[in-house]
């Protein structure tokens, strides 16, 4: 888990799937680790690399991450490796830094991701 000292310094971006009619679908997120904010992202019936940059788009877009001001943050993404320089280059003009981390992101959005499924059950 990567620590952060003020809100919107390290966001985890991740999904959630779960079964639909037409196979899987995936809830993208984004989880600011200073407050535990979630930031709902939107729906998809793909994780191709498209779509993923697509709702990295919507982030970098949201109302809550254009609140604060412009201040470095680093994007912690558990997919997006074959195409980490695309993301880079939609985080930089924003101060943003991408790393690429499953295992700290299923950590950090584990008890989401939990109480997500439950929900559902």
Do not use: W
């Amino acid at each position: 888990m990567i620590e952060a000292a003020r809100p919107k310094e390290v966001l985890y971006f991740f999904h959630v799937p779960v079964r639909a009619q037409q196979g899987m679908a995936y809830f993208f997120s984004a989880m600011d680790a200073y407050s535990e904010y979630i930031i709902n992202l939107g729906t998809s019936l793909s994780l191709d690399e498209n779509t993923v940059i697509s709702h990295i788009k919507k982030l970098l877009r949201h109302k809550d991450f254009k609140r604060s001001p412009k201040k470095p943050f680093t994007l912690v993404c558990a997919i997006g490796e074959n195409y980490q320089n695309r993301i880079r280059g939609l985080l930089l003009p924003e101060k943003g830094k991408l790393a690429i981390g499953a295992h700290a992101v299923e950590q950090s959005t584990k008890s989401f991701s939990e109480f997500f499924n439950n929900r559902r059950a």
